[in-house]
């Protein structure tokens, strides 16, 4: 026989608590509360298995629990929170006084007149009130087509009738709106006004501040027409002869000035002197060399071993590249017309005067000095004054002669 001790150290442990009971609700799950409270306190039906004798059951509780059956047939709770009675409130039912709306009346008829019949209805009356906007503002009108229509060339023109028989006749909406002012008139009526408008207008001297005058032709003269293209060129790398240039006409003032040119006053004045002067001074110390009319970007190398073999100062030349330009052609046509073959060799300039820059033509003027005589008159050439001390000549003293000298010139005399 196994004593108390052994029985209990050796029994199989006991099964997990659980509410087994076909009343209570929570039947199959085990509840927080189960597993919180002693076993003894959790309430079971009277058809659940007891608890196995080997287990020990805390004896200091004197009482068995009980579970009580509720009044509905549910297991009761004895350690749950009793419920409050509620107080019993006579319920009212509230009603809401209507609202005072006003409603149109049964109309009787509605109901009799067909769906379709409704719907066509209103369509034709969005379409008319469309047609009736259009018509009272024309600037809500699509763009008809014109009266007349070129066609290629220009060479005719074709008149257009529309369906209802009147000619096609376009008007600008803001003329159109005019009949807002004028009242209802015919297209014929309205055309009428506007060219009698038109009329006026043209009749009314405009301010004379208000539009710009045309810019005067001013032809330069062709002793500087070739200096003003320079000086245009070279003031700005992003200046170009408008191609609207006439090249076989002489260059106009207003090409180099814009509308600058209105500041030399009158032709032939003494402004126009002045500017003339001021373009000759502005390259005249300058030595510069056209190039790249062939369309080749090589320098003139040639040119340039000439030139700096005569002269002895360490400035250098301007050079105006033209294979590049985008007014290449205008250019040069402006220097054939000068008589200068830009196409075929470089022109340089010196003393404000054209040099056709081929080899022969610079060695010719190498050799007889002309090519030194310029650039000595632009200051590239200095002429190196030789300044030393007179040479020294000999001089010779006379000697008072002696006795024998005298003695024998005495003798040749007599």
Known sequence: MSSPIHSFLFSPPPSPPSRGSDHDYNHGLTSLKSLLLPVEFIPRSSSEKGRSKRTPSQSRLGFETLSLPSPRGMSTDLEATPKARRRSVASTTITHQPINVPSSPQVPFPSTIPKPFLRILFLACVVLSSALIMYEFPAMRPHGIAKGIASEGGRGFVELIDPLGEEAYYQPPQTQGARMLWGKKSVREESVVM???????????????????????????????????????????????????DPSLPLDANTILGIGSHKLGALGGERETAWLKDVEREWADEVVIWYGGDGTSQYPHSVLDIIESTHNSNRHPTFIPVHARSDRETILAIFARLGLPLAQSPIIMIDNKPIIGDLETLEEMKLSGELGRRLTSVGWKHVEKRVGTKPKMAVIKKQPPTDQEEAEEALVET
């Open 195 to 245: 060219e009698q408008l038109a009329q006026e207008v043209v009749a009314i001297a405009a301010h004379p501040k208000a539009t710009r005058p045309a810019l005067r032709a001013r032809p330069l003269p062709e002793s500087h027409e070739l200096l003003a293209l320079q000086s245009y060129i070279l003031s700005s790398a992003y200046n170009v002869v408008p191609s609207s240039v």
